[in-house]
Structure formats: structure tokens, C-alpha cells
């Protein structure tokens, strides 16, 4: 049995598809962890949605910021634009099926001493409090009254924790937090201006993987989201969104000792910017 874990796909099926082959996987037998933004910008979101969602157990997807957009597009009208490449998943005939599918997949997800999330962590959390505020929005998510909170999803507010959040402040900072962030102020506050690969960011922001006395530092972390910082393994995380739909690669990263990883080149369906 073999356990991968692979990054943003962003509706890059036939990428995903040869990825597979590569590593030879084989549903019987090995599991497959993704990062989340399973969806959008890439050609062919509807086939990836479908297929991860009947791999059944062999997948585990944690949920990204664009997977969110395409619930919230489903749940409320002028979200998805005309052009947008989600339109083709939500006029399928199963998108009400791969709603509820979706919206009941985790924010965060740990197994064998690994620990997967789209995007990053607060520095004020550690691993239980992590495990908390990823139940409790995943709660909100996964209840019948789920579409009244994606009205209020979107907004860059509250950017820094505090045990006083609440009601959908605190869902929205919880959810900022897994899907969105990369860089923090020194205070711990979130910054969501910056998309930079670190070095070139103001200096004033620090990579949320840097900051200085992260409570999450004991957590072995495998994050996605940050295409312009690739492959990067220090800080007891692996970053994996090695930037598959701007011609980068699709990375699969085999969870055994040591840690392997297998890439394939991509040749990429939007410029950088777009």
C-alpha cells in the first residue's frame, strides 16, 4: 500500500490521468491524499470532480479556495461568470450530487503523523486547537442551512484570531485561514494582497510557515495553494502546488520514508496573472 499525496489540480484532468499512470496507482491498494482546488480554471473540472469522488475511500481531498467558489457559485446567483469553467459543473446533471459531496469533505485531515491542508495555519494555533476550528466549520458546511453562510463567506475580515470570533466572523476567519492565507504581518495578522513567491514579498509579511514561535511548528503540514513558491520541503512542511495549470508540473509525493516525490511536466492552460 502506498499513500500519495498530490497537489492543486485545478481541473487539470488528463494531467491528473498521467500523473496516475506514472506512479501506478492502484485503487485497490493505495490512497490518495489531495491538497484541495480540485476545480476551476483548468479545462475539465467536471471530470475531475467525478472521478476523485468514485475513487470512494482510496481519496481523501481536503477543501481549497477555488472548490469553495464553486459551492458558493451552486448556492447563490452572479458567482460564477459567463465564462467561468465552472458553468460546465454546474449544469451537469449530477451537480446537486457532487455538492453534497463536496461540501462534506474535510478542511483538515491527519494520519501516520501527517497532517493536509489547502493553504496554512495561524500561528496562534496548534494541533488541537487546529483540529477545533476545522470541525467547527466544517460543521456549518455540512448542515442543511449551509447556503445561508456562503453568502457571508467572502470577505478578507477578521484577519487576526481571537478566542472572542464568532458566528460567521470566526467561520469566515477559520475558513480564510485553510483555503486562503500565505503570508502573515508580525503581529500574526492575515495578509491576502500578496500571492509573491517569499523574498519578493513588502518586508513587513513573514511565509506563515516562518513565523516565529508557530504553534503548529511540531506538525508535519503538506499544503498546496502557493504555486509561485513550488516545491519547498523545510519547516515540517511540504508545499506541493507546483503550478500544473500555469505549464509548471502535477506532484505526487509518496508519504514514505524517506518522503518521495514524482513530477510530471505540464504543459499548462493559463498564463501566469490570468
Not at 489540480?9 to 494531467?15: A, K, N, P, S
Not at 506563515?208 to 504555486?227: E, L, N, T, V, Y
Request: proline share 5%.
Amino acid at each position: 500500500m502506498a499513500i500519495y499525496a498530490i497537489g492543486d489540480i485545478q481541473g487539470c484532468y488528463d494531467d491528473l490521468l498521467r500523473l496516475l499512470d506514472v506512479i501506478k496507482f492502484d485503487p485497490g491498494v493505495d490512497n490518495l491524499w489531495f491538497v484541495g482546488d480540485l476545480v476551476n480554471r483548468g479545462p475539465q473540472s467536471l471530470q475531475t470532480l467525478r472521478f476523485v469522488k468514485t475513487l470512494g475511500s482510496a481519496a481523501i481531498t481536503v477543501l481549497g479556495n477555488h472548490d469553495l467558489h464553486l459551492l458558493a457559485a451552486f448556492c447563490l446567483e452572479k458567482v460564477a461568470q459567463k465564462k467561468d469553467s465552472l458553468h460546465q459543473v454546474l449544469e451537469a446533471p449530477d451537480c446537486e450530487e457532487l455538492m453534497d459531496w463536496l461540501r462534506n469533505c474535510p478542511l483538515f485531515y491527519h494520519q501516520d503523523g501527517y497532517c493536509l491542508i489547502h493553504a496554512g495555519l495561524p500561528p496562534q494555533w496548534s494541533f488541537a486547537q487546529t483540529v477545533k476550528m476545522a470541525r467547527k466549520a466544517e460543521a456549518v458546511l455540512r448542515s442543511p442551512d449551509y447556503r445561508d453562510f456562503m453568502g457571508q463567506m467572502y470577505g478578507d475580515k477578521p484577519k487576526r484570531w481571537s478566542t472572542n470570533l464568532t458566528g460567521s466572523n470566526e467561520i469566515r476567519f477559520i475558513i480564510n485561514c485553510f483555503t486562503r492565507m500565505r503570508y502573515c504581518e508580525k503581529d500574526g495578522s492575515l495578509d491576502f494582497t500578496h500571492s509573491c513567491a517569499p523574498g519578493e514579498q513588502p518586508k513587513h509579511l513573514i511565509p506563515w510557515f516562518k513565523m516565529p514561535k508557530r504553534k503548529s511548528a511540531d506538525m508535519k503540514i503538506i499544503f498546496g495553494h502557493w504555486s509561485t513558491l513550488g516545491y519547498y520541503v523545510a519547516d515540517n512542511c511540504y508545499a506541493i502546488d507546483t503550478g500544473c495549470l500555469w505549464g509548471g508540473q502535477l506532484t505526487a509525493l509518496r508519504l514514505s520514508e524517506p518522503v518521495e516525490r514524482i513530477s510530471i511536466a505540464c504543459a499548462g492552460y493559463k498564463k501566469p496573472g490570468n
